[in-house]
């Protein structure tokens, strides 16, 4: 007996029903990038390791998926390093490319090589797949799209408003309701020259980012596993905890941190984008959470995630701002900033709150029945004027039975059928039954036309 084939852990297939899902997903995020002036690009799914390793941090370089060297990749490798098995050693010879981990570092090696061709500031949008090798989970995969859009040249925050809009108007076109969550990581780095301990603003951001997921006791845990000593993490218990509106946080916030020149600095940033947003009339709360910290080394100001408020999902929407990304390939003091919608996981979340609206679900419209060659080619002028007039229309490929066709149409749940035996052709009429009631219409081409203006 064969053996059922199977995809890897990690990823999905996707039906045509399912496609239709994301599309709809899709293009609604591209109309409402490209009504705020973003422009399209894409780049390859591979990249040189030499572009993605240490931009994402030590967890992140561990979540490359490494594509083996064409040929014998073994060539260089001798068995002294093989009997090592030392795998940051070997990967450098095993292996030069890397599938993408996400869309922003690439599109900041894209920014570098065609500077000359590009006018800033620049604003792009990218939806494409992107792959990390994690343990999959509900809501993680190992290949799942992004749907980025990042704007560079500029250190204005109102592209950070920008961006918040864009993600309340997604959202609110998709009838998810989400919290809008915004930190600085200026803000992270004060609280770091607080405790004593600035040369360890990764170690502390990394384990503050997993609050939600693994609860305070665990976070000090971690901090302390560390290095961090008791007292610097007992000096961050009250950052963690803080409760309150928005404006209470952030002068709490100034008050804490008025001794470090950093973390000013990012609470000024957050009280004037909170300025900037009172104005825009969000559908969405935008809440200022001090635990947000995204593990992402590259970013320098600005950090915000969105999570959705009916639905048990991680994030479904993260960004921030990154000031000299492109600093990394040899081009310095180009800010950036940039938001990232989670497909899958938006996906996922439509699915289980049932809100894909129906228009968008459409498919074929009108299917006709096959009953032979004659009939078939009475059939085809009508069709054609049919898709002309923009209606979805396909023709049962084989003339078999009339019941066995029906019932191909009532699976596919197409809402009509059009018969033509020789009485229509006869007539030059058509019979047009609908399947929600069963009822049935003669109708001329005219007439025809007229029902699916």
Same mark, same amino acid.
């Given at each position: 007996m064969s053996t059922k084939p199977a995809i890897p852990k990690g990823t999905r297939d996707f039906l045509p029903e399912e496609m239709v899902k994301r599309n709809y997903i899709f293009d609604t995020i591209k109309q409402v990038?490209?009504?705020?002036?973003? *422009?399209?690009?894409?780049?390859?799914?591979?990249?040189?390791?030499?572009?993605?390793?240490?931009?994402?941090?030590?967890?992140?370089?561990?979540?490359?998926?490494?594509?083996?060297?064409?040929?014998?990749?073994?060539?260089?490798?001798?068995?002294?390093?093989? #009997?090592?098995?030392?795998?940051?050693?070997?990967?450098?010879?095993?292996?030069?490319?890397?599938?993408?981990?996400?869309?922003?570092?690439?599109?900041?090696?894209?920014?570098?090589?065609?500077?000359?061709?590009?006018?800033? /500031?620049?604003?792009?949008?990218?939806?494409?797949?992107?792959?990390?090798?994690? *343990?999959?989970?509900?809501?993680?995969? $190992?290949?799942?799209?992004?749907?980025?859009?990042?704007?560079?040249?500029?250190?204005?925050?109102?592209?950070?408003?920008?961006?918040?809009?864009i993600?309340?108007?997604?959202?609110?076109?998709?009838?998810? $309701?989400?919290?809008?969550?915004?930190?600085?990581?200026?803000?992270?780095?004060?609280?770091?020259?607080?405790?004593?301990? /600035?040369?360890?603003?990764?170690?502390?951001?990394?384990?503050?980012?997993?609050?939600d997921k693994i609860g305070l006791e665990n976070v000090n845990a971690e901090l302390a596993s560390k290095g961090l000593s008791t007292e610097s993490i007992d000096k961050l218990q009250p950052i963690l905890a803080m409760q309150g509106g928005n404006r209470e946080k952030l002068a709490a916030l100034g008050q804490i941190l008025a001794s470090s020149e950093t973390g000013v600095k990012g609470v000024a940033e957050l009280q004037e984008l909170f300025d900037l947003l009172d104005g825009v009339g969000l559908h969405n709360a935008v809440e200022l959470d001090l635990t947000l910290a995204r593990g992402l080394n590259y970013y320098t100001g600005t950090i915000l995630e969105v999570k959705a408020l009916d639905v048990a999902m991680g994030s479904i929407t993260g960004g921030g701002r990154y000031d000299n990304l492109t600093g990394l390939f040899g081009?310095?003091?180009?800010?950036?900033?940039?938001?990232?919608?989670?497909?899958? *996981?938006?996906?996922?979340?439509?699915?289980?709150?049932?809100?894909?609206?129906?228009?968008?679900?459409?498919?074929?419209?009108?299917?006709?029945?096959?009953?032979?060659? #004659?009939?078939?080619?009475?059939?085809? /002028?009508?069709?054609?004027?049919?898709?002309?007039?923009?209606?979805?229309?396909?023709?049962y490929p084989d003339a078999i039975k009339f019941k066995k066709q029906m019932s191909y149409a009532d699976e596919r749940g197409i809402p009509f059928v059009a018969i033509m035996g020789e009485t229509e052709i006869a007539n030059q009429t058509i019979t047009l039954k609908d399947m929600s009631n069963g009822e049935q219409q003669s109708l001329s081409l005219d007439e025809l036309l007229k029902k699916f203006a």
């Open positions: 990038y490209a009504s705020y002036g973003f *422009r399209q690009i894409e780049t390859p799914a591979l990249e040189n390791l030499s572009t993605l390793m240490g931009k994402y941090g030590e967890e992140g370089d561990k979540l490359l998926f490494k594509i083996l060297n064409s040929g014998n990749y073994l060539a260089d490798v001798t068995p002294e390093e093989m #009997a090592e098995r030392n795998p940051n050693k070997l990967i450098k010879k095993l292996s030069d490319k890397g599938l993408r981990y996400d869309l922003t570092v690439p599109f900041a090696r894209f920014v570098v090589q065609y500077r000359e061709q590009i006018k800033f /500031p620049f604003k792009r949008y990218q939806i494409q797949p992107v792959w990390r090798a994690d *343990r999959p989970q509900k809501g993680r995969y $190992r290949e799942f799209y992004q749907c980025d859009a990042d704007i560079v040249g500029s250190d204005s925050l109102l592209n950070e408003m920008e961006l918040v809009q993600i309340d108007t997604v959202f609110t076109r998709f009838g998810i $309701r989400v919290a809008i969550k915004l930190n600085n990581r200026k803000v992270l780095a004060g609280l770091a020259d607080l405790i004593g301990a /600035p040369e360890r603003i990764t170690d502390i951001t990394v384990a503050i980012d997993k609050l081009l310095q003091g180009v800010s950036g900033v940039g938001i990232s919608f989670g497909a899958d *996981r938006i996906y996922d979340v439509l699915n289980q709150l049932d809100l894909y609206p129906k228009s968008a679900m459409a498919g074929t419209q009108v299917i006709f029945l096959n009953f032979g060659t #004659a009939e078939v080619k009475a059939c085809l /002028p009508w069709m054609a004027r049919l898709r002309e007039k923009g209606v979805a229309v396909e023709l």
